[in-house]
C-alpha cells in the first residue's frame, strides 16, 4: 500500500481537516510510518492554522525545529540573511560617500541635487 505517501495527501485532497485526521489515523497505526507523522504536521500547517494542527496532532514546535530540514531551512535562511545585510551596507556606504562627494565640492546644494528623486 502507498501509505507512506499520506504526509502528502493534504496537497492532494485539499488540505482539509477531517483528511488530516484520517491520514493521522492511519499512520498511527503502522508503527513503521508514525515517524511520518512529524511530515503530515509540517505539510499540514501550510494549508490549516497551526493552532489546529497542534490541536489535532498534539504537535509541538519544539519537534519541527530539532527536524534536520528546519536546521537546514534556517541555516539557508542566516546565510541569506547576512549576504543581504551586507549588500544593503554596501549600497548604503556608496550613497553616503556620493553624498560627501557631493556636499564637500558643491556644498548645501550638493546635498540638494543628491536627494532629488
Given at each position: 500500500?502507498?501509505?507512506?505517501?499520506?504526509?502528502?495527501?493534504?496537497?492532494?485532497?485539499?488540505?482539509?481537516?477531517?483528511?488530516?485526521?484520517?491520514?493521522?489515523?492511519?499512520?498511527?497505526?503502522?508503527?513503521?510510518?508514525?515517524?511520518?507523522?512529524?511530515?503530515?504536521?509540517?505539510?499540514?500547517?501550510?494549508?490549516?492554522?497551526?493552532?489546529?494542527?497542534?490541536?489535532?496532532?498534539r504537535w509541538?514546535?519544539?519537534?519541527?525545529?530539532?527536524?534536520?530540514?528546519?536546521?537546514?531551512?534556517?541555516?539557508?535562511?542566516?546565510?541569506?540573511?547576512?549576504?543581504?545585510?551586507?549588500?544593503?551596507?554596501?549600497?548604503?556606504?556608496?550613497?553616503?560617500?556620493?553624498?560627501?562627494?557631493?556636499?564637500?565640492?558643491?556644498?548645501?546644494?550638493?546635498?540638494?541635487?543628491?536627494?532629488?528623486?
Amino acid at each position: 500500500m502507498f501509505l507512506s505517501l499520506l504526509p502528502f495527501i493534504l496537497i492532494l485532497k485539499g488540505g482539509e481537516e477531517a483528511t488530516v485526521r484520517q491520514a493521522l489515523q492511519l499512520l498511527r497505526e503502522d508503527e513503521e510510518l508514525s515517524e511520518l507523522e512529524n511530515l503530515l504536521a509540517f505539510f499540514a500547517t501550510f494549508v490549516l492554522k497551526t493552532e489546529i494542527v497542534q490541536q489535532i496532532m498534539r504537535w509541538d514546535m519544539v519537534v519541527l525545529q530539532q527536524s534536520p530540514w528546519y536546521q537546514q531551512i534556517l541555516q539557508e535562511g542566516v546565510v541569506i540573511g547576512e549576504q543581504r545585510g551586507i549588500e544593503i551596507g554596501q549600497q548604503r556606504g556608496i550613497l553616503s560617500g556620493i553624498e560627501l562627494g557631493l556636499e564637500l565640492k558643491f556644498g548645501e546644494l550638493g546635498k540638494e541635487i543628491f536627494s532629488e528623486d
